[in-house]
C-alpha cells in the first residue's frame, strides 16, 4: 500500500468531514420512504452540482454520478468502479431524543441509510479532488426504495451499469453489532433470495352444527401449515440452509360458520437460487396435496424478491487484503454464517463483481441505548464513516490505477 498516498487521502477526508456529517444529519432529520425520496434525491443532486460532479437522475429518483480519472483505466480486468449507497428510510417513529432527530411524524432512518449516502459524498468529495490519482471512472450509485421492491434492479435497468462501463461494484452496510472502525468480511455468500409465498386454500362453508356438509378450510389449511414446515427440514440437507415461513393465517367471519377460505402468506429464504427453485415446487406440491387430502383446494402463488448474493471471491480478496492494509487484521471481523436476511445489492452481484461489507458504527465501552438495526433508538456513530470514506476511496485508487 502506498503510505504516502493514504495520508493525503485521511488528510482530505479530515478536511471534508464536518461537511459529510452536516450532509448526514440534514438527511435524518428530514428521511422519506420507500418510492418517496424526492428532497433526498434532489439533496443529492445539489451537492453533485456543487463538486462539478456529473449527475443524472432516473426515473425512480436514483442519483448516478460520474467521477472521471485522469483518462482510460490502466490495463487490468477492472475498467470502471461502481460504488453503492441507498438512502430510503423506515416507517418507524424516532426516540433517540437527537437535535437532529426526524422532522418527519413516524418516519426514521433507523438502518443508517443516511450514514451510506453521507459517506459516499465523502468518497465523491475526495475523489472529485485528485482525478490524476486514476483511470477509467468511478460510477456512484445512489440509489432509493432498497427497503421496498428492489431500487438496484431499476437503476441497472435504466443504464447505471454503462455509458461509461462499470464491472466491478462495492458497497458498505452499517452494523452495529460490531464497533467503530472495524471492518466486517463475509468471503462468497452472504445473503438469501426470497420469495413472497401466498396460499389459498378453498374449502365449503356450512354451519358450524353440520361440519360433515362442508369443507371445513381451516383445517385444511392447518395441515398445510404444518406440512411445509418439512419442506426444508426432510428436503433439504441439515447443511443446505432453506427457510418457509408461514407469516399470516387468515381465515374466518364468524364462530359458528365452518370457513370456505383460508389465506396464509409468508416468506421463503435459500442461498442460492437452485435451492431456491426445490423449495418452492415442493411448497407448492405439499400445499396442493395436503388440501386435496381434506377435500378442498390450494391456490399457491409465489413471487420472486431479491436474488441470492454472494460475494466475488476475486475483488473479494482484493477488498479484503486492502482492509486489512487500512484498519488492521485485528479490525478485521468475518461473518460467522451467511444472513438469511436479503439485500437488493444482489443485483449488482449477479450483473458483474461485486463486494458487499460491514461498517461497525458503536463505539467500544458504548453504555447507552442498545443499538439494533430497524430500531427506534438506533444512533450509529458517525466517526465510523471515516473507515467508511477511506475504504471507498482507495479501492478506487487501488482497482483503477493509483
Sequence with gaps: MNEELRQIVEKKIEEVFPAVVAFRRDLHAHPELSGREERTSARISEELEKLGVAWRVTPEKAVVGTVCGRGSAPSGKY?????????????????????????????????GHDMHTAMLLGTAMVLS?????????????????????????????????????VNAVISFHVEPGIPTGYIQMCPGKMN??????????????????????????????SHVVA??????????????PGVVTVGQFHAGNANNVVAGSARLTGTLRAMDMKTMAQIKQLVTQTAEGVAAGFGAKAIVRLTDGYPSLENSKELGKIMEDLAIGLVGKDHIDYMEAPSMGADDFAYFTQYCDGVYMNLGTTPEGWSGAPQALHNERFCPDEEAMKTGILMEVMAALELLGA
Excluded: W
Design 79 to 111: 475498467v470502471g468502479l461502481g460504488i453503492r449507497a441507498d438512502f430510503d428510510a423506515l416507517p418507524i417513529t424516532e426516540q433517540t431524543g437527537l437535535p437532529y432527530a426526524s422532522e418527519n411524524p413516524g418516519v426514521m432512518h433507523a438502518c
Design 129 to 165: 479532488s485528485m482525478p490524476q490519482r486514476f483511470g477509467g471512472n468511478v460510477k456512484l450509485f445512489f440509489q432509493p426504495n432498497e427497503e421496498s421492491d428492489g431500487g438496484a434492479e431499476n437503476m441497472i435497468k435504466a443504464g447505471c451499469m454503462e455509458d461509461p462501463a
Design 192 to 221: 438469501a433470495a426470497t420469495c413472497d409465498l401466498d396460499i389459498t386454500v378453498e374449502g365449503i362453508a356450512c354451519h358450524g352444527a353440520h361440519p360433515d356438509r362442508g369443507v371445513d378450510a381451516i383445517l385444511a389449511a
Design 227 to 240: 406440512a411445509l414446515q418439512a419442506v426444508t427440514s426432510r428436503n433439504l440437507a441439515p447443511t443446505q
